[in-house]
């Protein structure tokens, strides 16, 4: 079991930054894939980052490349997402998510893929 425990949202106005951070515990954090997902207000759950156990191989969704940044600090536990030129649209609850996989796993973008789950924390851009 791996227990996930975000925090660093909060509000901020469109144009500013945030960081979010995902403590993780409870098994090898190394053995584990990590992702950042969201959820808006009346819509489905959807993809924002993923990164490999190392570290060395990041994937994004195409709405937040060049604005979001995951990244993580295997001795610290805990992988981040810095973003950066928020938008009203990045509005969302961001859940961190884990899953074990083989060290050279290719990162998809797929829930499916990972199987735990944080509780999520609220992030509001106001325009």
């Known amino acids: 079991q791996v227990q996930l425990v975000e925090s660093g949202g909060g509000s901020v106005q469109a144009g500013g930054s945030l960081r979010l951070s995902c403590a993780a515990s409870?098994?090898?954090?190394?053995?584990?894939?990590m992702g950042w997902f969201r959820q808006a207000p009346r819509k489905e759950r959807e993809f924002v980052a993923a990164?490999?156990?190392?570290?060395?191989?990041?994937l994004y969704a195409d709405s937040v490349k060049g604005r979001f940044t995951i990244s993580r600090d295997n001795a610290k536990i805990t992988v981040y997402l810095q973003m950066n030129s928020l938008e009203p649209e990045d509005t969302a609850v961001y859940y961190c998510?884990?899953?074990?996989?083989?060290?050279?796993?290719?990162?998809?973008?797929?829930?499916?893929?990972?199987?735990?789950w944080g509780q999520g924390t609220q992030v509001t851009v106001s325009s």
């Open positions: 998510a884990a899953a074990n996989r083989p060290l050279y796993y290719t990162l998809r973008s797929a829930e499916y893929d990972y199987n735990y």
């Open positions: 409870g098994r090898t954090f190394s053995d584990y894939i």
């Open positions: 990164i490999s156990r190392s570290g060395g191989t990041t």
